[in-house]
């Protein structure tokens, strides 16, 4: 298992930590399944800490469409 650096750990999950999470689903073979998973979740994330909440959602927005372009 990767270590995580005591440094990451005290400045907590950022915006770009999300936005790698988001992109590592968008690279499995049920990618837009993935994302159409957590974007859904979203609705029950009722805090989002220091997480540019608007920017994470329209970059899962469109890393779905682009899936789904994939698969049409």
Do not use: P
Not at 64 to 72: S, T, W
């Amino acid at each position: 298992m990767k270590q995580i650096s005591t440094t990451h750990r005290s400045r907590g999950w950022t915006t770009e930590d999300e936005i790698a999470f988001i992109e590592g689903l968008a690279r499995g073979a049920a990618n837009a399944d993935m994302l159409r998973g957590y974007l859904r979740s979203l609705r029950n994330r009722a805090n989002f800490g220091t997480i540019n909440a608007e920017t994470v959602i329209q970059h899962a927005q469109k890393l779905l469409r682009d899936a789904e372009r994939a698969a049409a």
